[in-house]
Antibody, heavy 121, light 107 residues
Framework: QITLKESGPTLVKPTQTLTLTCTFS??????????VGWIRQPPGKALEWLAL???????RYSPSLKSRLTITKDTSKNQVVLTMTNMDPVDTATYYC?????????????WGQGTLVTVSS | SYELTQPPSVSVSPGQTARITCSGD??????AYWYQQKPGQAPVLVIY???ERPSGIPERFSGSSSGTTVTLTISGVQAEDEADYYC??????????FGGGTKLTVL
């Protein structure tokens, strides 16, 4: 059974760096084709893809946020970490991590419950 | 950048058929995926590779593709289908994109 869970601060100040951790079970990020992505959703708004890391350490980032994002993995700990620099109130959102099934286009078949991050001074 | 366009809302009576469209220039070359999201919950994959249904998803959910438009069809809509629906695809470089979402209201 695949599960994912996001963890990190619930409140960050403007200009700070956000660090979120996705801890997963039921799959290995060393399996060919597998990936873990991050997606966020501001309150009342649409889903926005942020980043994706693959089993071979290949990484993809949202073009609009690429300069602020870093995604890394720790295969031994079954964790993926997302950092976002220079946080702003508009970055207030629920942040989800999700499992990317191997093969073909990236899409997400299992999602974490999400974690709400508020950016405020 | 690549964009996917969905209608903001669709309304349908119980038992009727709901169709939610998603348009994008790359859709003739790239698969589309559909997610259902109910209030306060994480999204759930309901259609992958344009028309495939994951296990556990009711048969009333189906997907189709024609040119630059993909369509999620829910036949015999039930009250429990009221939710936001998002299409998703990717470009040739692996950049993922979501549509703006469609709120399905069951009257």
């Amino acid at each position: 059974q695949i599960t994912l869970k996001e963890s990190g601060p619930t409140l960050v100040k403007p200009t700070q760096t956000l660090t979120l951790t996705c801890t997963f079970s039921g799959f290995s990020l060393s399996t060919s084709g597998v990936g873990v992505g991050w997606i966020r959703q501001p309150p009342g708004k649409a889903l926005e893809w942020l980043a994706l890391i693959y089993w071979n350490d290949d990484k993809r980032y949202s073009p609009s946020l690429k300069s602020r994002l870093t995604i890394t993995k720790d295969t031994s700990k079954n964790q993926v970490v997302l950092t976002m620099t220079n946080m702003d109130p508009v970055d207030t959102a629920t942040y989800y991590c999700a499992h990317r099934r191997n093969g073909g286009n990236p899409y997400f078949d299992y999602w974490g419950q999400g974690t709400l991050v508020t950016v405020s001074s | 950048s690549y964009e996917l366009t969905q209608p903001p809302s669709v309304s349908v009576s119980p038992g009727q058929t709901a169709r939610i469209t998603c348009s994008g220039d790359a859709l003739p070359k790239q698969y589309a995926y559909w997610y259902q999201q109910k209030p306060g919950q994480a999204p759930v994959l309901v259609i992958y590779k344009d028309s495939e249904r994951p296990s556990g998803i009711p048969e009333r959910f189906s997907g189709s593709s024609s040119g630059t438009t993909v369509t999620l069809t829910i036949s015999g809509v039930q009250a429990e289908d009221e939710a936001d629906y998002y299409c998703q695809s990717a470009d040739s470089s692996g950049t993922v994109v979501f549509g703006g979402g469609t709120k399905l209201t069951v009257l």
